[in-house]
């Protein structure tokens, strides 16, 4: 089993909690999240800067581009490879998901969102912070 999933999905999965962007990506997104929260597997996902399995459920997926609003490609591909960047993936390389869940605990801080999930319409309600901080609790870092 293989997953494709962009940059930013990356720290989505550890603060989701069932709010999305229609019935049919929270559905999606949630499968997802199970996967990667599941500690007694481990499998491949291709990390990228752009569409992943999250994405094919998305009201706002266009045919190359997402579409939700003006910008908002460009927005998502920058939250893309920040996170790519902060992690020290390469866009295309696959990892194994302890691997990313590990790399994400260890190089993630919750006040790292503010700058890597900048202007992000998740980032005020809280979740992703309390999701990044549970993951480092699970790993004993702490501030």
């Known amino acids: ?5 962009r940059g930013h999905h990356l720290l989505c999965v550890h603060g989701f909690r069932g709010m999305g962007y229609s019935p049919a990506f929270v559905q999606k997104m949630h499968g ?4 990667i929260r599941d500690e007694t597997t481990d499998f491949p996902i291709k990390v990228v800067a752009g569409f992943d399995n999250a994405c094919s459920a998305c009201p706002h997926k266009g045919k190359t581009i997402c579409e939700a609003s003006e910008g908002s490609n460009e927005h998502v591909m920058t939250l893309d490879m920040k996170v790519i960047h902060q992690l020290g993936l390469i866009d295309g390389a696959e990892y ?3 691997l990313l869940v590990r790399l994400t605990a ?3 801080s919750p006040n790292d969102l503010d700058y890597l999930c900048k202007d ?3 980032l005020s309600y809280g979740v992703c912070k309390e999701g990044i901080a ?3 609790e699970t790993f004993s ?3």
């Open 141 to 143: 870092i702490h501030e």
């Open 1 to 5: 089993m293989s997953l494709l999933l």
């Open 32 to 35: 997802i999240v199970e996967q």
């Open 106 to 108: 260890e190089n993630v």
């Open 96 to 98: 194994n998901k302890s």
């Open 120 to 122: 992000c319409s998740w």
């Open 134 to 136: 549970t993951l480092r």
